[in-house]
């Protein structure tokens, strides 16, 4: 079948504007920004000037980042020392912070806390606010930061692999790729260097990766889908709760799988929570969000709940494969930096760090490289090896790629690995692709069980999506491709029971009748997407391409 390495509507005749910078960032993040803010810091520094452009696809900066983070601060205290001083938001300092295991009905709090948990030092954060403080940084140093900006394809040269920069998608096309009276062409964004800084699977990334090869010899990444609700709960909750870390393993997973759940005490009588689950598991009726109900009506969790309400709701993917993982991050015109690239610490549940690392080193190598060449460019990779990053991640290296053998011995090979640097049982474990791990119905015959739904605490995926602020021009085309909707009807409805209605944690697959036209079947709900990316990483025939919307799409998440 064809698998588009990125995405363009491609249509014929078009005049676009033509935009030349020395720099073009794809995507307003810790990562991106930090990049760009190394560069021009270090451009001031010289009294030189570099043109430097950062395109975000959401509305408004920090529009696709949900509150609620700890954050380790090394990595901001090297671009920005007096950073406390300087006003970077926090929530709060971590205070305490504790692990519990969680039974059916009860919970077990662990008398030490692991040390991959530990969270003394760190901040508690609101990414959204995090990305409007370096908005602004970035911008006071001459940075032109344009949100509203979906970045649609990749410019290569002639040769097929230098990148030259990227064309932004039109906007004002209907749903049969017609111009609207409202239609504005995409521009054409010529940049010596191009910065991919899109977040976990980005498509404009997973197309170059697949293009140029970067993933040769490196392990299949492995993703984590986390769903997400911030609460406003009664001041005394809010009181007690606020600048701890409470991390739970067990229920309602169990030992099936990797994953647990978490919360976060924010200001303002807020709480972050989230469960975070592998999409290696391998029944096909896993259900991220049912999960994430359930885990919410343990009594563990309900009673800091009780009294409150839910006032934002999301969902993303999780890059989990570690160093392994990681895709060469260089080439001739360009560098991908953060969750683009698989810069998280999956065992300590943090990456923003790491995204804020990688930013600085590549802008810091575009800002000393004679040209974009590869070979200089490749000072980037080699200023992580030479970094706390590398060390950091060189002692989880084996880590998630453990769970794949079974939780067992996931939990020892983690033991094992903690004295040992990381190596654990092995010196180098591989990983299988999370979508090659799901079983068949015939293999796997008992689905997991959905909770009950209410309208308070349990809320069911439609109302949740409300909550998120998701909103899409209905009219233009799908930003999810099923690529052929027939093996839909003709095999994973037999094979494994359309996988896609559950794992989606924003209900936008839904069955009705199977007719003789297969595409009619399926109603891909794509106004409720959430950007998460799952049913790009979990259809076990990599059926479904997520690409990116009109610009301003998607979630609308304001700090609360």
């Known amino acids: 079948m064809s698998r588009p390495t990125d995405f363009s509507l491609n249509l014929k005749g078009i005049e676009r504007d033509e935009l030349e910078v020395d720099v073009v960032i794809v995507g307003a993040g810790p990562a991106g920004l930090c990049c760009a803010i190394t560069i021009a810091q270090k451009m001031k520094e010289r ?3 570099k043109a430097i452009l950062v395109l975000e696809k959401g509305e408004e900066v920090g529009a696709h980042s949900l509150s609620g983070a700890v954050m380790d601060p090394r990595a901001i205290k090297e671009i920005f020392p007096d950073f406390l001083e300087d006003g970077f938001p926090i929530e709060a300092a971590v205070g305490e912070d504790w692990v519990e295991q969680l039974s059916a009905t009860g919970s077990f709090r662990l008398p030490i806390t692991p040390p991959p948990m530990q969270n003394h030092g760190n901040y508690i954060v609101s990414l959204n606010r995090v ?6 940084k970035a911008e006071a140093l001459g940075v032109d930061v344009y949100p509203g900006f979906a970045v649609a394809s990749v410019r290569y040269a002639e040769d097929g692999k230098t ?9 004002g096309v209907n749903a049969k790729g017609e111009q609207k ?13 191009t910065v991919f800084a899109e977040g976990t699977r ?3 990334t997973k197309g170059l990766v697949r293009k140029l090869g970067l993933d040769a010899g490196k392990n299949h990444q492995l993703y984590e889908t986390g769903v997400k609700e911030i609460w406003e709960v009664p001041e005394q909750i809010g009181k007690d709760f606020l600048g701890k870390v409470k991390h739970t393993m067990g229920a309602p997973l169990g030992t ?14 807020r709480l972050a929570i989230g469960y975070v689950v592998g999409l290696d598991h391998k029944n096909p009726t896993l259900d991220p969000h049912a999960l994430f109900v359930a885990w919410k009506q343990h009594p563990s969790i309900a009673k800091h709940l009780a009294g409150g309400k839910v006032v934002r709701y999301g969902a993303k993917t999780i890059p989990g494969g570690g160093y392994w993982a990681l895709p060469k991050f260089h080439g001739d015109g360009f560098v991908i930096v953060g969750d683009s690239a698989g810069f998280m610490n999956m065992q300590r549940l943090k990456g923003v760090h790491l995204a804020m690392l990688s930013g600085r080193l590549a802008g810091e190598t575009i800002a000393d490289a004679a040209d974009a060449s590869d070979a200089n460019l490749g000072a980037f990779a080699t200023k992580f090896e030479a970094s706390w990053g590398k060390e950091e991640l060189w002692s989880v290296r084996n880590f998630r790629q453990a769970f794949q053998s079974g939780f067992l011995v996931g939990m020892v090979d983690t033991a094992i690995g903690l004295v040992t640097g990381g190596r654990g049982l ?10 090659l791990r799901t079983e068949k119905l015939s293999d796997c015959p008992t689905a997991m069980p959905k909770p009950k739904f209410d309208d308070s605490m349990s809320m069911d995926r439609l109302t949740d999506v409300y909550h998120s602020g998701s909103v899409h021009e209905e009219d233009q085309p799908s930003h999810l491709l099923v690529l052929d909707s027939t093996i839909c009807v003709d095999r994973c409805t037999k094979e494994y029971g359309n996988p896609c209605q559950h794992f989606c944690p924003a209900q936008v697959y839904e069955w009705g009748p199977a007719t003789s036209d297969a595409a009619s079947s399926l109603m891909v709900n794509f106004s409720n997407c959430v950007h998460c990316k799952t049913c790009d990483i979990a ?3 990599e059926n479904i391409e997520w690409v990116v919307p009109e610009g301003g799409g998607g979630p609308k998440y304001t700090d609360m």
Do not use: C
């Open 47 to 49: 009294g030189e000037e």
């Open 131 to 136: 990305t409007g403080w370096l908005r602004d």
């Open 163 to 171: 990148v030259i920069g990227v064309q932004t998608r039109d906007a």
């Open 181 to 193: 009276s409202t239609f504005e062409p995409g521009m054409n964004v010529a940049a010596g260097v």
């Open 202 to 204: 980005g498509s404009l």
């Open 256 to 269: 099936s799988g990797y994953g647990g759940g978490f919360i976060y005490g924010l200001s303002g009588n």
């Open 426 to 435: 092995k010196a180098r474990r591989h990983a299988i692709d999370d979508h």
């Open 539 to 541: 259809d076990p025939y």
